[in-house]
């Protein structure tokens, strides 16, 4: 299906039919290939929350159910023209090959992933590229390492229609290892999740379960809004946050990324969501902290073809 029937495609999501239609509205052609690719997380289950300023125990990583987008169309010219549904007035037009050009800082690594894709002899005729993440910063979910592999998979499959061969993804992951410093165990969910399945660090899967065998827990990022007395008082009043989100009936709480950060990831049994989300909130409130921003999160599947 070519990019204007996905964005004419009444059943098609919304934000993916928008980025299509910006390609054709940008570039005045149709995106030949439209990617999905999710946002990745860790996920633990401490019997605690982590002491401030530590970074989580090892775990499982997993794909959420909320994604950053590429449109793409191949170019013959060695060139990469790139743009952003959120930087409408940065676009820029790149060389693949030889000296490295300035890229705007959005564009920056997926601009080093493409480069490293053309060294290896992938897409080195270059590309007419948009892109959009659908999350804020602010929640705590990285945006670099989908954007990195949705731009790559875009890239390699439009060269690839035309004859090409691909890059296996074990291989993807590897040059953007190469390439692109980053979260390479978030890369991993991106490229390989499957939906349900936790990531183990060895590569293995293994379902999500509950502690008590029920039903996979309930997960939901719970992302703080800064309180006016400043990063400590943040820090404080989500951490009392937190252990009345585990008073109320959540398993486990945990940081999404590497470092502590303003989100954190709890888990909890379908039926206390409310509960602990009602929690949360109030002891934002006693706190002095704005009612912070609630994103429920399910295990998803890796990146994917939607065209």
Known sequence: MNGVDLARRATAEPLLRLLAHGF???????????????????????????????????GGIAAANWHVAAAVAPRDDGMLRCGSLHHPAETAELPLTGPAGRAPGWAARPYAALRALAA??????????QLNATLPDAVGLSAA??????????????????????????????????????DDALRRAVLFAR??????????????????????????????????????????ALATAVHDALRAGAWSASWPGLRPGRSVLLAMPPGR????????????????????????????????RED
Do not use: M
């Open 24 to 58: 054709a509205t940008e570039y005045h052609r149709r995106p030949e290939a439209v990617w999905r690719a999710p946002y990745a997380f860790r996920l633990t289950a401490p019997a605690a929350p982590p002491p401030t300023g530590t970074a989580p125990r090892a």
């Open 120 to 129: 290896a002899g992938v897409g080195r005729g270059g590309a007419d590229l």
């Open 145 to 182: 390492e989908p954007l990195e592999c949705a731009t790559a998979l875009a890239v390699a499959s439009v060269h690839a229609d035309r004859g090409g061969c691909p890059p296996a993804r074990a291989q993807l992951a590897r040059l953007l290892a190469a390439a692109v410093p980053g």
């Open 195 to 236: 939906s349900g399945q936790l990531l183990a660090p060895d590569g293995s899967s293994r379902p999500l379960r509950s502690p008590d065998g029920g039903p996979p827990p309930s997960l939901l990022l719970v992302t703080a809004r800064l309180a006016t007395g400043g990063p400590t008082a943040t820090a404080t």
């Open 273 to 304: 969501r409310a509960a602990v989300r009602s929690a949360v909130a109030d002891a934002c409130r006693r706190g002095d902290l704005p009612v912070p921003r609630f994103l429920r999160i399910t295990v998803a599947d890796a990146a994917r």
